[in-house]
Structure formats: C-alpha cells, structure tokens
C-alpha cells in the first residue's frame, strides 16, 4: 500500500507508528479493521460523552437527513436551530439569554472575543484587552492560540499572535496572587474581558483550581465592568459532575462558549451564549453596529438535530446518576494510588482523573510521553498522556470492569517506565 497522503491533527509523521483505522465506533469503544476492540478512555479527544453512537442520537440524525442538508442561516431560520437555542437557555445558567452558533470549539471562542470587543466598541467604551490564565488552551486558530499559553506548539507562530493579559495558575496557598494580579489588570481600565476554563484547564495539563476561586474572579470582573467569558468547550456536558463547570461556583458568565459534548460528541456543532446586554450592544437602526461573523456550515440543521437529541437523552435518561457513578469509580481508581511515590499531584474533577508520573523530565514533549502511549495502545486502551500526565476521561457508559482495566494498565505502564527510566 502506497503512503496515505492524509496529514494528521498534533502528529509527527516522521516518528509515528501507521494510523489504526477504525470500521466501526460503539459504545465505549473504536473497532479497527483487525477487529481489535480499543477501550476510547479520553472520548476520542473529549467529545463523546454518553457513548458512541447513543442510539437516541443516531435516529435523531437519520430523520434530519431526510428533510434538511445545509440551510444558510441569514434571512432563512429552521426548527432544530430554534428548539435547541431554546433548550441551551433553560440548561445554561441564568442570564443567558441568546446564542450563536459556530461548527467547533475554536470558533464559539473566536464569537465570544469578537462579542466582548463589539460590546465594548458600540457602546462607546475603549476597552480591547484580554485576560487569560496561565496554562491555558482555548483552540489551534490564530485568535486562540492567542488566548493560550505560548510555548513549543505556537512558537512559529508567535509573530502573529496578539498580546493578552496574563494571571496565574492558582496553586493551593496561591489564590490570593491571581486574584490581585487580576485586580491591578482590571485597574488599567482597557480589559474587555476574562476568558477561562472554569475548573479545569484541559490540554494545559488537566489542571485543577476549586470553585470558590472563580466566583472570586467573577466578582472581581463584575466590580470593574469586565465580561466573564467561560470556555466550557471541554469541562461542558458533564464533564466536572454538573451539566457545566460554572453552576459549582454559582456563577453566570456573560459569554459562554460551548462545543465538544454538545451533539453527544456525534457531528462538529458550537454555540457561544450571551446576555441580553451583550445581543443589545449589536441591535441597532445603524448597520455598523452589526455583529459580522458567519461561517459557511453556521447551525447545521442535522447538527442542530443530533444536539437536540443530546438534550433530549439529558432530560430523560439517568445522566447525572451516570456521572456521579463514574466520578465515584474514578475516586476508587485514583484512591489506589494514595501514597503512591511513583505518581504525584493525584487529582479528579467530576468525571475526570489525572495524574503525573514522577519522571525527572515533565511537560507535553516529555520523553516519557509516546513510550507510555505505545504501551496503551499494545494494550488495546486509547490513552493520550500529555507528556508524563496521565488522564482519564472516558464517555459515561463506561462500565466498572472497565475502570478498573484502566487501572491496572496504569499501574503497569508506571512501573515500566520508572524501571526504563532508572
Ligand atoms: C478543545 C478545546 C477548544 C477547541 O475546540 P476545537 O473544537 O478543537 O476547535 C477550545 N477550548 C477548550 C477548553 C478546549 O478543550
């Protein structure tokens, strides 16, 4: 067989082992064409969060596909748009009042700074600066690689990328130094808003900060006129045990950005939702004051269709006792490993469990990295460490067995890298 000529996402060609081809998804699991049935314990990058392939979800997108393909969305509206904006509003904290729809994470981060900025700019106000925290990942575009930590991934990059203000990661007994560094920001009178992941920074290295910081900042934010924007791209639908990460904090962002688990993890949708004060800024009798962002597949209506579904499967199936199952054998898991010198910095937020090999090199290219990789992947378990970070985050059909094999790999896969190592 010739090389394929397909070039893949966060790959180096030149040092992979041939791409697995999956014929089949189910369940919690990819099947490759040799049959071998791969345990998917990161939701195939976090997006699938019941399952793949829930049935409720299938269906919904076979009957969409017999009556809608793409619909431009100016001028011209349809029903899957429309229940599932309706749906968001009841689902999303309180004051959340509109929503606009994009086709992936990067872009409803893209929308919720472009609304910020507009807010700022219709309203007469000159405020066009953003606050971000350290170690943070909000998307591979230009915009967001803005917004995210700068290292090894954007360094080729760096000439393009807009300048932001930055806090830091609250380390425990640290919190009050992010919370003064945001202060002194907000006094320079020019931030338009704070852009986070609430709870949990996700490719900075599954990192974990406690809730009462974020109503902290919310505050902070609301005392100086700046917009809280949350990027629940990945800590949405579940992920933290509750439907979003900003209801544990007790907050309402004024923009809330939101992708990954929202068709189920089914097709490529987003949604970025604002307040009433935010859509107002935009209407206006003056055609400059409109918001200018569109993408061609803008709510696709099969798209739209599948997150109905979603919606529907949170509203009649048991998902929250599902969660809190999961986050329970994941505290089981974890627990293992008390005390443990080979691991360091154990830690869980809802459904997701994290963990650092105790290795002398850290950080995402860690050598120890792909070593730990090709050891999952003999093994029939797809696990990405990011660099010596191990983590878990599997959909929430996972079963108990399961975990538990999860587990007992991890264990292993300890135990040889630390003997290679040594
Ligand atoms: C994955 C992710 C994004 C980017 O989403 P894409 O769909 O990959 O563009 C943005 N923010 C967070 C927090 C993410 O985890």
């Not at 878990?392 to 190592?421: F, H, Q, W």
Request: charged share 20%.
């Amino acid at each position: 067989m010739t090389q394929s000529p397909v070039w893949h996402p966060f790959t180096q060609h030149a040092l992979e082992p041939p791409m697995k081809r999956v014929v089949e998804t189910k369940g919690a699991y990819l099947v490759d064409e040799a049959g071998n049935r791969v345990l998917d314990a990161i939701s195939s990058w976090w997006v699938i969060t019941h399952g793949h392939r829930h049935p409720t979800i299938v269906e919904a997108i076979r009957q969409a596909a017999q009556s809608y393909d793409q619909i431009i969305f100016a001028e011209y509206t349809h029903a899957p748009a429309e229940e599932l904006a309706r749906g968001l509003i009841d689902l999303s904290p309180a004051g959340l009042d509109h929503v606009f729809y994009s086709d992936s994470g990067s872009t409803a981060v893209e929308v919720a700074l472009k609304m910020a900025l507009g807010f700022f700019h219709n309203t007469g106000k000159h405020r066009d600066r953003i606050v971000v925290m350290e170690h943070s990942y909000h998307g591979d575009t230009i915009g967001t690689m803005s917004v995210g930590e700068r290292g090894v991934f954007n360094a080729a990059y760096e000439p393009l990328l807009f300048g932001v203000d930055t806090i830091p990661f609250p380390t425990p007994g640290e919190e009050q130094n992010t919370l003064d560094t945001f202060d002194a920001s907000c006094r320079s009178g020019r931030i338009a808003a704070l852009l986070i992941e609430p709870l949990v920074l996700g490719a900075g290295g599954m990192k974990m900060f406690g809730s009462a910081l974020l109503s902290e900042l919310k505050k902070i934010a609301e005392h100086h006129g700046v917009l809280l924007i949350a990027d629940e791209v990945m800590t949405g639908w579940g992920r933290t045990g509750t439907l979003f990460a900003c209801a544990q904090a007790g907050i309402s962002p004024d923009i809330l950005c939101t992708s990954k688990g929202l068709t189920g993890g089914s097709l490529p949708l987003a949604a970025t939702l604002c307040t009433r004060q935010i859509f107002d800024a935009h209407l206006s009798t003056d055609r400059r004051n409109t918001f200018f962002h569109s993408s061609s597949y803008t709510a696709n209506p099969i798209a739209c269709a599948a997150a109905v579904a979603n919606l529907k499967i949170w509203m009649e199936e048991p998902v929250q006792a599902r969660i809190d199952r999961l986050a329970a054998l994941q505290r089981q898991g974890l627990s293992r490993f008390a005390g443990d010198r080979r691991f360091r910095n154990i830690r869980q937020s809802g459904t997701i469990a994290a963990l650092d090999l105790a290795v002398p090199s850290d950080g995402y290219l860690a050598d120890i990295g792909p070593s730990l990789r090709a050891f999952f992947r003999e093994r029939n378990l797809l696990i990405r460490p990011l660099g010596n970070i191990i983590y878990l985050m599997p959909p929430y059909c996972v079963t108990e067995t399961e975990i538990d094999r999860l587990y007992d790999t991890i264990d292993e896969a300890a135990s040889m890298c630390l003997e290679k190592a040594a």
